[in-house]
Nanobody, 117 residues
Framework: QVQLVESGGGLVQPGGSLRLSCAAS????????MGWYRQRPGKQRELVAS???????NYADSAKGRFTISRDNAKNTVSLQMNSLRPEDTAVYYC???????????WGQGTQVTVSS
């Protein structure tokens, strides 16, 4: 079992920045691929970025050049630095842990990000 707790969401103006954090507990963190997903109003949940235990990362096209995912395997945390935010980035952001062997996946409860003037 893995428990995931997100933090860092909020209201920000267009062009602003936010940093989301996800704290994991309950299992061996380095055996999981970590990811950030989002669900925009009226849309399906979509991948924003993911990161392997080795810190190799992958981004959705919408996130490239603006968002940076990182992880600290010693502290069992994964973060998403979001810069140059746009109104279309407004969504509930979720942290996900996927076991490397695909045996299990876990989701956090989500954190709201609202980009508006």
């Amino acid at each position: 079992q893995v428990q995931l707790v997100e933090s860092g969401g909020g209201l920000v103006q267009p062009g602003g920045s936010l940093r989301l954090s996800c704290a994991a507990s309950g299992s061996i963190f380095i055996t999981y691929v970590m990811g950030w997903y989002r669900q925009r109003p009226g849309k399906q949940r979509e991948l924003v970025a993911s990161i392997l235990p080795s810190s190799i990362s992958n981004y959705a096209d919408s996130a490239k050049g603006r968002f940076t995912i990182s992880r600290d395997n010693a502290k069992n945390t994964v973060s998403l630095q979001m810069n140059s935010l746009r109104p279309e980035d407004t969504a509930v952001y979720y942290c996900k842990a996927l076991h490397l062997l695909g045996r299990a996946e876990y989701w956090g409860q989500g954190t709201q990000v609202t980009v508006s003037s």
